[in-house]
């Protein structure tokens, strides 16, 4: 007989990867991965200011990503910069690109669109509940 708990995590589980599964359909069409948009997402956020791969990794949803290899592909896509620093020559400095501004600022309003799909039977009181009730799981 499963309990609560297990019932719960379980769930959440399927959930989870119920929702990973939708966003990868999403962003292939993109040629990007969840992981590859969680930098340029991060990137973004930085204002324009340079990040390293330490500060970048610590900002990542999945912490196990091999941040190092996302960056390179995502640097081959012209979508980031890698630059050392001036200051500290073993320091790695990530900004983002106009190429990459430009196809996250593409990407915008279709990933609500598809945000809005994937908990669209969710009711806006349903939606601040759950987020509350998982904000308490930390």
């Known amino acids: 007989m499963q309990n609560i708990y297990n019932k719960?995590?379980?769930?959440?589980?399927?959930k989870g990867n119920l929702v990973v599964e939708q966003l990868n359909v999403f962003f292939k069409?993109?040629?990007l991965t969840v992981q590859q948009y969680n930098i340029l997402r991060i990137l973004r956020g930085q204002d324009g200011l340079p990040i390293n791969l330490f500060a970048l990794q610590e900002h990542m949803i999945h912490k196990m990503s091999n941040t190092t290899r996302l960056v390179e592909k995502l640097r081959k896509k012209e979508l980031l910069e890698r630059n050392v620093c001036k200051d500290n020559r073993r320091k790695v400095e990530i900004s983002i690109t106009d190429k990459g501004l430009g196809l996250l600022a593409g990407i915008d309003q279709s990933l609500m669109n598809c945000e809005k799909k994937i908990v669209g039977k969710?009711?806006?009181?349903?939606?601040?509940?759950?987020?509350l009730l998982l904000e308490k799981l930390n």
Do not use: P, S
């Open 8 to 14: 719960t995590v379980v769930q959440l589980i399927i």
């Open 29 to 31: 069409t993109y040629d």
């Open 122 to 131: 969710l009711t806006k009181e349903e939606l601040t509940n759950l987020l």
